[in-house]
């Protein structure tokens, strides 16, 4: 505390008052940034449209994982009436730097939001 004689309305009254602290969302972090960045890429490599209702039926039970399943369970969850269906396969470049990913992009309004990726080098 200092030996200041000067009360709080005066001292607003020098500085101003204070601004409100807006709670909102955080800045992305670095793994939220290389989704975008991975996003982007895709949105730049998309092929053609799928039904996205078909697209669990694509997908032969006793021929995938549980686990690959799983993810396609997820992906197709986390679509809503909105969305559309893509696939996409990254360039050749990507695939002789062992860097190529295929599968399929949900796509909002020309934004990729998702992907679930069926092959990769």
């Known amino acids: 505390m200092s030996d200041s004689k000067l009360t709080d309305d005066e001292i607003l009254a020098l500085v101003g008052t204070p601004t409100t602290i807006v709670y909102g969302k955080a800045p992305p972090g670095p ?3 290389r989704r ?65 990913y295929g599968g399929y992009a949900l796509v909002k309004e020309g934004r990729v939001t998702n992907v679930l990726i069926t092959i990769e080098n």
Do not use: N
């Open 36 to 100: 975008e960045k991975f996003y982007a890429q895709v949105e730049e490599c998309l092929g053609h449209e799928v039904d996205l209702t078909q697209l669990r039926e694509e997908f032969d039970a006793e021929r995938c994982t549980p686990e690959f399943l799983t993810a396609v369970d997820q992906f197709l969850a986390s679509a809503d009436s909105e969305h559309e269906c893509w696939t996409f396969c990254s360039p050749q470049a990507a695939w002789r730097d062992l860097a190529g």
């Open 31 to 33: 793994e939220e940034r």
